[in-house]
C-alpha cells in the first residue's frame, strides 16, 4: 500500500521518534509499505516519519557504488550509529519530503549502523559512500532532523527561498 509521504513543515518530520517495542505484523506490514512507497516515490530511503509515524524504522534501496544494478536493499528497526569515521565527504542530497531541492551535505565517508531486521536478527552494517551517506541522512529522520539542518545558515535559507517558491507555484497548477 503506497502511504501519503509528509512534507517539509509537518510536525512529525521535526519529533524524535520513538523506538520499537516489539516487532509485530504491523510493523513488519508497514515496513512492506513503505518499500512500496519509496519505490513509487523513486527514492533510495525512507523513514517511518515521512510516512507521519514517529518510530525508529526505515527502509533502503541504495546502488552499489561500483555497479548501479547491484542494491543494498534494507530495512532497519531501532538503527543506530555505533562508529563514524574522523574523514567526512561531501555528496549531493535530496529528500522525498522536500521534493526538487538537492544540496551537498558534509558527512563522516563511513560508518557502522546496529540495527534489527524484521525478522528481529541483529544486523550490523559498515558502510561507505552512497550507502553511509543515505543511512545517515535516514537515521538523522528518526531524529526529526534534516539534511537542510547540515548546510550553512546562507545555503539552508536559500534552499528554503527556493523551496517556498516551489511550493507556491505548485498550489497555483503552474
Ligand atoms: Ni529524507
Known amino acids: ?3 501519503k509521504i509528509e512534507m517539509l513543515g509537518a510536525p512529525v518530520l521535526r519529533r524524535e521518534a520513538d523506538p520499537v517495542e516489539e516487532i509485530t505484523d504491523d510493523v513488519r506490514s508497514l515496513v512492506r509499505d513503505m518499500f512500496d512507497t519509496m519505490y513509487h516515490a ?4 525512507l523513514a517511518a516519519p515521512q510516512v507521519g509515524i514517529s518510530q525508529r524504522i526505515t527502509v ?12 543494498h536493499v ?8 555505533v562508529e563514524a569515521s574522523k574523514e567526512t565527504e561531501k555528496g549531493v542530497e535530496g529528500c522525498l519530503s522536500i ?4 544540496e551537498s551535505v558534509v ?5 557502522v549502523i546496529e540495527a534489527l531486521s524484521p525478522d528481529g536478527e541483529t544486523v550490523k552494517i559498515d558502510a561507505s559512500g552512497l550507502l553511509a551517506r543515505a543511512l545517515q541522512h535516514e537515521l538523522d529522520h528518526l531524529d526529526g532532523v534534516l539534511f537542510l539542518d547540515r548546510l550553512t545558515t546562507l545555503k539552508r535559507d536559500l534552499a528554503l527561498r527556493r523551496w517556498r517558491k516551489s511550493r507556491v507555484t505548485a498550489a497555483d497548477g503552474a
Request: aromatic share 0%.
Open 99 to 102: 521534493p526538487g531541492i538537492e
Open 107 to 111: 558527512r563522516p565517508s563511513q560508518v
Open 74 to 81: 534494507l530495512a532497519l528497526i531501532n538503527p543506530r550509529v
Open 1 to 3: 500500500m503506497i502511504l
Open 60 to 71: 533502503l534501496d541504495v546502488p552499489h557504488d561500483e555497479d548501479e544494478d547491484e542494491r
Open 42 to 45: 523513486d527514492g533510495v530511503g
